[in-house]
């Protein structure tokens, strides 16, 4: 009952989630790219850089970087808000791993697209640009979809570095009513794997348009060639 | 003598193995040459170092009379003026073909996008595929695929255009439909360099023949004097196998 009643409450504090989440994916995904692209195509230095970020970012378990975000750039007489550690920590992260989903799309793209590309006089930048991303972007979709539905639960623990998300507002629940915390818990679940059904649902509809044509459904039976 | 490329002693090495031991040709204007010769000749690895695709270790290529080999050529803008056509198409796979052919006009060339496309199909229809300019190149067989190829080389309005293979990787029955064009290529003027063992093409389209082996250039002359007279016992060899291979097929083919 209590739960019901709270659920408006419960939405309102979830939209903090979203909206970490809508900060930290764009930078997870600016950021992911550009290190693949380093990684694939920049100079030694560059890619060895890119290398030691993503290493760093898949290396360090997530409450920690909040911590260091949080509690680090005070110590330099840096003030800093909990929401902007928060997607800075979580958006790094998230381009360690967004990096390597788009670094092996881009290495799956043949060859002999960049040659073409380079052969009709586009620069690299331009092919890489036109050609490759277009093309790696396509290949990366399902692994991403996955990134995606991750760091989407992943926002539930920015609450450590206090803020006011959807699981402290639970904690005040099941701080006054210990009986109510199974059921709470449950509830930010459902909360969560509804959002998580609608995300990748999208994502798999977006996969869908963007096939192209004679390559889809590679894995649903025999593919349509026309003559 | 008009001659729109000149290669001077050109030479290529993957590590230790020496790929291109000093080749030096001519090719004039309007003229169709065709380069034959074992695997691992070179011929590729020559067509590559010509547009720099592949750095040269050494030697000088020429486009009319700008040196492309110069250490500031515009790459890009004389890339944009010789035409390319791979063994395995390479078309742009997440375009349409009126965009495979329209994608340098528009990135290169700058036009914009109402020219680029008018321009593109007339290059499509050169090639028959003006009907399939809004396929993906996985929705075409590889016999439409190297055409649409051909357009996009051809819609650049290069000055030449150089072939790698372009029938190596299709089915005897897909040949026909690209020697085609390439027919119709050579007998409109178009300069071409290009590596095959078609010898019905030769025949029929070539005005010289380079023979290479062993990364060299052993031969060279009108195909009448390398298929009847051959100078050199290996040019000789080397034809007869693959006119014995390809030669009757290659007769039956339509000009």
Same mark, same amino acid.
């Given at each position: 009952m209590i739960i019901i009643q709270a659920t408006p409450t419960f939405l309102q504090y979830t939209l903090i989630n979203l909206a970490v989440f809508a900060v930290l994916l764009p930078i997870g995904f600016a950021i992911g790219t550009l290190v693949a692209l380093g990684q694939v195509y920049g100079h030694p230095v560059i890619a060895a850089l890119a290398t030691a970020w993503a290493w760093f970012f898949r290396g360090v378990p997530a409450l920690v970087l909040l911590f260091l975000f949080y509690y680090g750039p005070p110590v330099f007489n840096i003030n800093i808000e909990p929401f902007t550690a928060a997607a800075l920590a979580m958006g790094f992260r998230s381009s360690g791993y967004q990096s390597q989903i788009f670094r092996g799309a881009i290495e799956s793209v043949p060859a002999g697209q960049m040659v073409a590309g380079r052969a009709i006089g586009m620069s690299r930048l331009q092919t890489v640009w036109s050609i490759v991303l277009p093309q790696a972007f396509r290949l990366a979709l399902p692994a991403w979809t996955n990134e995606f539905s991750a760091v989407l639960k992943d926002t *539930?623990? =920015?609450?450590?570095?206090?803020?006011?998300e959807v699981m402290r507002f639970a904690r005040t629940i099941y701080v006054a009513r210990p009986e109510l915390a199974i059921l709470t818990f449950l509830f930010v679940a459902l909360i969560f794997w509804v959002l998580t059904v609608i995300g990748t649902g999208l994502l798999q509809r977006l996969e869908r348009r963007l096939a192209l044509p004679g390559l889809e459904? &590679? $894995?649903?039976?025999p593919r349509a060639v026309a003559k | 003598m008009d001659a729109i490329l000149t290669v001077e002693d050109l030479h290529k090495s993957f590590d230790d193995l020496e790929v291109l031991k000093g080749i030096s040709f001519t090719l004039e204007r309007g003229r169709t040459v065709l380069v034959m010769g074992p @695997?691992? @000749?070179?011929k590729s690895t020559m067509l590559r170092c010509l547009n720099r695709l592949l750095e040269p270790d050494q030697g000088r290529v020429w486009l009319e009379d700008v040196? +492309? *080999?110069?250490?500031?050529?515009?790459l890009n803008k004389l890339r944009a003026s010789i035409g390319y056509v791979f063994q395995d198409f390479n078309?742009?796979?997440?375009? *349409?073909a009126l965009d495979n052919v329209c994608i340098g006009l528009r990135k290169?060339? &700058? $036009?914009p996008r109402r020219q680029a496309h008018e321009h593109a199909m007339q290059a499509l229809e050169q090639v028959g595929m003006a009907d399939r300019c809004a396929h993906y190149p996985a929705q075409l067989s590889g016999g439409q695929q190297q055409r649409i190829a051909i357009a996009r080389g051809l819609a650049m309005e290069p000055k030449l255009m150089l072939f790698?293979? /372009? *029938? @190596?990787? +299709?089915?005897p029955e897909l040949t026909g439909e690209v020697l085609a064009v390439m027919d119709d290529l050579a007998r409109g003027g178009m300069t071409m360099l290009v590596v095959s063992h078609e010898v019905g093409f030769a025949r029929r389209a070539a005005d010289e023949i380079i023979f290479m082996e062993n990364s060299r250039i052993v031969e060279q002359g009108p195909p009448e004097q390398l298929f =009847?007279? /051959? &100078?050199e016992e290996r040019t000789a060899q080397f034809l007869q196998r693959i006119h014995a291979i390809e030669g009757p097929m290659a007769q039956e083919q339509p000009p």
């Open positions: *539930t623990l =920015v609450y450590a570095i206090g803020i006011n459904g &590679r $894995m649903r039976g | @695997s691992g @000749s070179g040196e +492309l *080999t110069a250490a500031q050529a515009d078309l742009f796979a997440h375009l *349409t290169v060339k &700058r $036009m790698d293979e /372009p *029938t @190596s990787a +299709l089915d =009847v007279n /051959p &100078r």
